[in-house]
């Protein structure tokens, strides 16, 4: 019987905390399914890569069945050549008294280059999901520094929007979270973004139902969902990183081997222009797994309350597009 071929997959900022959480998971077959085997680059910056050598030693011990080798790299072409994912983690994190415009501008700059050398030595299948900060705009930055690649193989993520979006709706309706379907989160992975659940359906209900608890959608919902990020910093003092994993790899999977039959999830995409949102913005939709291709859910009907909403997250993903203007490519 022949072989399946090993997958190549690329994790910048491999020995950050999202690194270390997704590495074993994506060993063991979770991201990619039990069948595929999977051939590890791991990123870092050169002060980083003793701890990557670490972790690969680690990976080593797990012997795992489909894990055919990890290599670790201190040089973006070398790590990227030839590979079918790209998990771009590895960003500059927030430091003290830093503004948003000069994160943008530091990471922009991280993303511009590694979006041009994916362009140069990346494989033809490939797929890329952005994680370091901000990731829509990263996102946007690498897509636009690769020509040669169609700007859908570059998302980032929101999974963990959708997940939060999810845990918080089955709280509220005491029903486990299999049984909710249908949230759908726009807009930007920030403070702005949109958790919607007025298309869901929750243990066979509406989530519209849900929604007319106007009090509990905009005071309790929606900031629960749009500002967990800073809520898990201030309590366990480091940024969400097993959740964030955890989200990369559902993203991935979901990618490749398809979103589950009537339902949707949520990810960062280059818009073609839906729902009001100008192409080419990595924009949040709801979306579905078609042949290992994302497509937005269309034709959902967008009330004035949704509107509003995804209306201030696009502005802002605007503004952040026109921050590091300079960066883009004429
Ligand atoms: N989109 C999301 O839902 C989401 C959720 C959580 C965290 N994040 C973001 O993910 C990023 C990583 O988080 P973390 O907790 O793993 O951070 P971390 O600081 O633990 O790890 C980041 C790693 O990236 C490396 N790195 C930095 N620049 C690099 C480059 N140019 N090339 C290769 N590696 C590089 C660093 O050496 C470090 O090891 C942050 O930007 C964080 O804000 C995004
Ligand atoms: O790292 C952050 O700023 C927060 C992170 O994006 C999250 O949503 O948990």
Same mark, same amino acid.
């Given at each position: 019987?022949?072989?399946?071929?090993?997958?190549?997959?690329?994790?910048?900022?491999?020995?950050?905390?999202? &690194?270390?959480?997704?590495?074993?998971?994506?060993?063991?077959?979770?991201?990619?399914?039990?069948?595929?085997?999977?051939?590890?680059?791991?990123?870092?910056?050169?002060?980083?890569?003793?701890?990557?050598?670490?972790?690969?030693?680690?990976?080593?011990?797990?012997?795992?069945?489909?894990?055919?080798?990890?290599?670790?790299?201190?040089?973006?072409?070398?790590?990227?050549?030839?590979?079918?994912?790209?998990?771009?983690?590895?960003?500059?994190? +927030?430091?003290?008294?830093?503004? +948003?415009?000069?994160?943008?501008?530091?990471?922009?700059?991280?993303?511009?280059?590694?979006?041009?050398?994916?362009?140069?030595?990346?494989?033809?299948?490939?797929?890329?999901?952005?994680?370091?900060?901000?990731?829509?705009?990263?996102?946007?930055?690498?897509?636009?520094?690769?020509?040669?690649?169609?700007?859908?193989?570059?998302?980032?993520?929101?999974?963990?929007?959708?997940?939060?979006?999810?845990?918080?709706?089955?709280?509220?309706?005491?029903?486990?979270?299999?049984?909710?379907?249908?949230?759908?989160?726009?807009?930007?992975?920030?403070?702005?973004?949109?958790?919607?659940?007025?298309?869901?359906?929750?243990?066979?209900?509406?989530?519209?139902?849900?929604?007319?608890?106007?009090?509990?959608?905009?005071?309790?919902?929606?900031?629960?969902?749009?500002?967990?990020?800073?809520?898990?910093?201030?309590? +366990?003092?480091?940024?969400?990183?097993?959740?964030?994993?955890?989200?990369?790899?559902?993203?991935?999977?979901?990618?490749?081997?398809?979103?589950?039959? &009537?339902?949707?999830?949520?990810?960062?995409?280059?818009?073609?222009?839906?729902?009001?949102?100008?192409?080419?913005?990595?924009?949040?939709?709801?979306?579905?797994?078609?042949?290992?291709?994302?497509?937005?859910?269309?034709?959902?009907?967008?009330?004035?309350?949704?509107?509003?909403?995804?209306?201030?997250?696009?502005?802002?993903?605007?503004?952040?597009?026109?921050?590091?203007?300079?960066?883009?490519?004429?």
């Amino acid at each position: 019987m022949p072989s399946t071929p090993p997958a190549v997959v690329t994790v910048t900022g491999a020995a950050g905390h999202i &690194g270390y959480a997704a590495l074993f998971r994506i060993a063991a077959g979770a991201m990619l399914g039990h069948d595929q085997p999977v051939r590890l680059r791991l990123l870092e910056l050169p002060g980083a890569v003793s701890a990557a050598v670490g972790t690969a030693m680690e990976l080593d011990d797990g012997a795992f069945e489909q894990l055919t080798s990890v290599d670790i790299f201190d040089d973006a072409r070398a790590a990227f050549d030839g590979t079918d994912y790209a998990l771009l983690v590895g960003a500059k994190p +927030r430091s003290k008294g830093m503004e +948003r415009a000069d994160l943008l501008q530091a990471n922009a700059a991280i993303f511009a280059e590694q979006g041009a050398v994916l362009n140069d030595v990346a494989g033809e299948d490939l797929r890329v999901i952005v994680v370091g900060n901000p990731a829509n705009t990263n996102a946007a930055i690498a897509a636009a520094h690769a020509p040669d690649i169609p700007a859908e193989r570059f998302t980032a993520l929101t999974r963990l929007d959708h997940n939060r979006a999810i845990a918080q709706l089955s709280h509220r309706a005491g029903c486990p979270a299999r049984e909710i379907t249908r949230v759908s989160v726009w807009g930007n992975h920030s403070a702005s973004q949109y958790p919607d659940i007025f298309h869901a359906r929750v243990a066979g209900r509406s989530g519209a139902e849900f929604a007319e608890d106007r009090a509990w959608l905009v005071d309790d919902f929606i900031p629960t969902v749009a500002r967990r990020g800073t809520a898990i910093i201030e309590t +366990r003092g480091a940024s969400s990183a097993a959740s964030a994993a955890s989200a990369t790899i559902d993203h991935v999977h979901d990618w490749v081997l398809g979103t589950p039959d &009537g339902d949707w999830t949520s990810a960062a995409l280059p818009s073609p222009g839906v729902y009001g949102v100008p192409e080419g913005l990595v924009c949040s939709f709801p979306v579905r797994s078609v042949g290992e291709r994302w497509e937005i859910v269309e034709g959902l009907d967008i009330n004035e309350f949704s509107r509003t909403r995804i209306d201030a997250s696009v502005a802002e993903l605007a503004d952040e597009i026109a921050a590091v203007g300079d960066l883009l490519p004429a």
